[in-house]
Every structure is written in structure tokens, then in C-alpha cells.
């Protein structure tokens, strides 16, 4: 695993021991934490792609500057 991976995994199981005691708790933490991961996924590849090319063909040079 990634070693930032770990660290988030980390805050997970602190999460878990300092606010989540019940396992239907600790369910409802995850799988609302995986929908936001898999929206934040969502949103970084969606920026990898120019608008402009083909869906998975995009080899324009990303732009630079705030917001990029």
C-alpha cells in the first residue's frame, strides 16, 4: 500500500476508535467515505481530458496556473 495510502487508513481507524464504536457506524463512515473518494476520482480524470479530443485519446499538454 501506498504510503499515503496508509496514512489516510490511519486517520480511518482513529476515526473509528474516537467516534465509531458500532459496527452499522463504522459501515455508514465507510461507504460514505467511498462515495466521496469515488466522486473525487471522478472529478481528477474528468480533468485529465481537454473537452476538445476524443473520450481517452486527450495528449494536449495539461494547462498551468490556479485551478489546474
Known amino acids: 500500500m501506498d504510503k499515503y495510502a496508509q496514512r489516510v487508513m490511519d486517520e480511518v481507524y482513529y476515526t473509528f476508535d474516537?467516534?465509531?464504536?458500532?459496527?452499522?457506524?463504522?459501515?455508514?463512515?465507510?461507504?460514505?467515505?467511498?462515495?466521496?473518494?469515488?466522486?473525487?476520482?471522478?472529478?481528477?480524470?474528468?480533468?485529465?481530458?481537454?473537452?476538445?479530443?476524443?473520450?481517452?485519446e486527450c495528449d494536449c499538454e495539461p494547462e498551468t496556473g490556479p485551478g489546474y
Request: charge should be negative; hydrophobic fraction near 25%; include cysteine.
Open 18 to 56: 474516537r467516534h465509531y464504536k458500532e459496527q452499522d457506524e463504522r459501515v455508514e463512515f465507510l461507504t460514505d467515505l467511498i462515495k466521496t473518494l469515488q466522486n473525487e476520482l471522478q472529478t481528477v480524470n474528468d480533468s485529465l481530458e481537454c473537452g476538445i479530443c476524443d473520450d481517452g
